[in-house]
């Protein structure tokens, strides 16, 4: 069985009368929290809005990773940036990998379609060695770039 799409985020459920919640939501991308919240009312017979939100993760990313603007500000003043900063890996992690080869890479960096690939339908991480190149589409035997990295 699959989980509830929201719920109480802590403490006992609302009571009759009581003009607030709070909720946790799971959700996938693409979902308006916003949006969420208004159903959820109507649902429940009556109006509502967001006071509140915070994201507490963001795919592979959580709170516990995160830089406030002051010290990314300090660290920019610093030059101290690549300290911080995670590899662009970091945030494609999901993604499954793509070796190409110098030639290969050099048609995706000029956004032409590689054709006669091997590989099943979807997003690729496409790399000469450990460069990243693109973030790739395959499908049908075709490789089309999605986002070009400029590295």
């Known amino acids: 069985m699959e989980p509830p799409l929201h719920q109480p985020a802590a403490g006992p459920p609302p009571r009759s009368g009581e003009d607030q919640i709070t909720l946790r939501a799971h959700v996938s991308k693409g979902t308006y929290i916003r949006s969420l919240a208004r159903d959820i009312a109507h649902a429940l017979g009556t109006v509502g809005h967001v006071t509140m939100l915070r994201r507490?993760?963001?795919g592979?990313?959580?709170?516990?990773?995160?830089?406030?603007?002051d010290k990314l500000e300090d660290a920019a003043k610093d030059r101290a940036l690549e300290q911080l900063l995670l590899p662009l890996r970091a945030g494609l992690d999901d993604i499954p990998a793509l070796s190409l080869t110098p030639d290969q890479a050099g048609l995706l960096r000029q956004g032409q379609v590689l054709a006669g690939v091997a590989k099943e339908d979807g997003q690729y991480f496409a790399c000469l060695e450990e460069t990243p190149i693109a973030l790739v589409e395959a499908l049908s035997g075709q490789v089309r770039v999605v986002r070009g990295f400029n590295l």
Not at 60 to 69: E, G, N
């Open 60 to 69: 592979p990313f959580s709170l516990d990773q995160a830089i406030s603007l």
């Open 56 to 58: 507490v993760k963001a």
